[in-house]
């Protein structure tokens, strides 16, 4: 039999079902229809009855004229959209699969499949069936190209892992001992963007790149590269610049593809928008070396002057997206820089003429006011007497040749002579259309301190004060990012800031022409060319160079007052900027009382002595960690050799970051920590701390029924009291803190338990109680209304989640609340994962009749115990339910701007969240705000932040009580 989807489009991302499926029968019949789509591809549902089905783009297959899709799961990332209005009324087979895909809504920018027809072939033997996609026919489009006067950019955007999710989800599954395939392993689903740039005159090395990489074919794997069914005749990629025209023919030559042309300005300003509409720490401002990220209100972007200096400048008012005009420009630009200067110093390469400068003495060439009035100010009109009076005036003299000046001073004169000049005709422009926001982007910029010092002070300088120059991460690949958004089929446009994380592997670099190092995806090249760099004793360099801190032109026209540092060489690897992933399911928490208030971290590393302490902290932690990732993966040689590399390439980071805090974006103590987990992760540590889990969530499980006894024993007041002392005490169980991993080698986790448990003394550091006591019990005679449904932001595996976070849990359900298990996506330190929840939740369920009726209600020990098919509709009560929801973090920490689909979901019913663990409590969300109530649990394992934040001790702990701001 046939299943049709009815015909037209539908986004993938935005599908998702109604509440009503919470019910088990709903479910299970659900269940029934769509079994034989799971794991690898399954329609999803988790027991928040919030179904979702995504066309995950990692999975998509496509052949000529016939599409085959494989499903897999996700829910709505459209925040826009309300659950509660669609209603699931059909139960057959056919009309509910309809059902479904009618309430998809279709987003006119997002038609990345063609699903009319779609059809699932039953009679298969397979339970993972694939679906017919006849009427696709296009491949997703990858590549998009800015071929410039000087340098040609890419954009492309890949789909694969180095390892295939499927494979992932497999090997997780196994190491986690799950069977059945219901919950979702791997959140990355989108995609990644990718930015590379070469010499327009080694087009040659640009075409051997995209060849190697198959980058016009969508990628190495794309199914139509491997199954050889797509010619490269019918491919057409999307272009901009003058190279689009001039090279086309090359183009078609060499790759045999066709360049559809794309406006030049108009992709300038579509990437612009883009970036400052999806980026969060984008814009930038750069004033006497101090870098400093602009919040870009998004209902306030427009007007703007966007100044693109390239190897010559275009000015460009910027009204609204699609919307601007051309206004200005200059032939005085990159082009003169780098042309005059090689010209007149015989450098061989950009950053060298760049470099020089920084050892340069202006004044031996430049004619300055004081040369003219003998050394004195022409006060009158404002000028002191080292103003540049005429750049390049002194060379006027007719005894000197060029040799007698050095190419340094040269190279300064030069870029300052260029420098303040766009900076100057910018603002006569901004001037011209009463224009406040200057954004400078293109290449020549190159992330260089000293140049957008200069330009930002002739801002200043002229405008006095009233105009600002801003400069843009992705400087260089405005054109590039337009081209490529002007694909019709990808609908990046509607990203938001939220939906893209910004990583940064230690990838071979690309650029200059050469390739310096590994095709990207090859993790065993990719460890040998690192090993390359420390066998040589060469450091390896971070992958993101920039300009060294400090380099400043202060007073306009006055010298650089910083000098001699080295301008970090472009091809040591990639630019200012990392990989874009597009995780289109993360969304910002509904419950955050001030979104655009809201900073995740408490610390500001900004300040160069937190920024030390923790990196230390952080570099001292290394060879355990080492060594437990190497434990974790059974000790091979490859293990130790990639534990090698990772330690390296993580000591790299934080050397980089050490150098220029705000290298790799907007730097708190979370995105230090998360930085952490990627990096083990792109060395395929997938769970450094995987057995230490499993050790003491078995010890933990073991004494949990004495536990739930001796709480049971209590009356509700006591055992409210212990119960929060419990989470407290187990906190402690943190291998991220040095001294807790200290204190593990002085006994059995029991017994550090039970003395973490003795040592509680109340008052605690913060000890909101009482207050909290009164709102889940009341007071006197008056009962308080139980809370409908509570979050737990559960922290750590053993102790912590099973004696702490989930005996509390059991209480809120005896109390009628409904509880959602709010744990990480991917695995940090030794947290806990959504994916390992459903197996410790069953089995404290076996000796826990709260738990167990609750989890079943949830649907959630059917994960791990029961198959759903056996045990059918027959064993559901009307319990209230216990779920688990994964937060979308892989890190200790959480930022609650970018967090699962599945959780800002649940969340809308929520009014009662609990933050626990220093790094969710503390690290992050100290200070958040929330519109619900919010309790703040979390024992302070480091001594300097006990200090700093509450004036306290280590191990004191902390139990904030926030009524939320709607209640209030
Ligand atoms: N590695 C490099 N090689 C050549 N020029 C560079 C390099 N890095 C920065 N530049 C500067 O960037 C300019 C080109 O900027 P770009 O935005 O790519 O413009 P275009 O599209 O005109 O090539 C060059 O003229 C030069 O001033
Ligand atoms: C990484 C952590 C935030 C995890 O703490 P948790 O959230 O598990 O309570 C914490 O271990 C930490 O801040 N460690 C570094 C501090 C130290 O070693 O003292
Ligand atoms: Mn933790």
Redesign the pocket.
Known sequence: MLLFFPSYLIDPQQFHAPSDLRSPRARFVLFLLFSFFRSGGYLFFNRLGIMGVVFETVGVRQTVGKGRLMASELNNSNPDHDYSKEKLKHSSKEEMVSTMTNSMHRSSSRPQLDVSRAAIQEDSEDRNPTILLPNQSDDISHLAL?I????I?LVYFSRHEEQSPDDKRRSMKKRFGLSNGNRRSYPILGGRLHFV?F??GKLNECLDFISSKQLHRGGIDSPSWRSGTQTDANIVIKAT?GGAYKFADVLKERLGVSLDKEDEMSCLVAGANFLLKAIRHEAFTHMEGQKEFVQIDHNDMFPYLLV?????VSIIKVDGDGKYQRVSGTNV???T??GLGRLLTKCK???ELLELSQQGDNSNVDMLVGDIYGGLDYSKIGLSASTIASSFGKTISETKELSDYRPEDISLSLLRMISYNIGQISYLNALRYGLKKIFFG???I?GHAYTMDTISFAVHFWSKGQAQAMFLRHE?FL?ALGAFMSYETHGLDYLRAHQLVERFPMEAPC??GKIHGPPLGNLNEKISWLEKFVQRGTQITAPVPMAPPGTTGMGGFERPSSRGNTLRS?ASAALNIGVLHLVPTLEEFPLLADPKMYEPNTIDLLDHGELEYWVTVLSEHLPDLVDKAVASEGGTDDAKRRGDVFAHAFSAHLARLMEEPAAYGKLGLANLLELREECLREFQFMDAYITIKQRENEASLAVLPDLLIELDNMNEEDRLLALIEGVLAANIFDWGSRACVDLYHKGTIIEIYRMSRKKMQRPWRVDDFDMFKERMLGSGDEKSQPYKRALFFVDNSGADVVLGMLPLAREFLRHGTEVVLVANSLPALNDVTALELPEIVAEAAKHCDIIRKAAEAGGLIMDAMVSIQEDGLKNHSTSVSLMVAENGSGGPCIDLRQVSSELAAVAKDADLIILEGMGRAIHTNLNAHFNCDALKLAMVKNQRLAEKLFNGNIYDCICRFEPGKEQL
């Open positions: 800015d410039g006067g000087s340098l950019k740039k010499e327009t610049g693109n200096v390239g190897s010559g630009g990159g082009g820089f780098w390469n950009f950053d293109g290449f020549f190159r260089g054109g650029i200059g472009d």
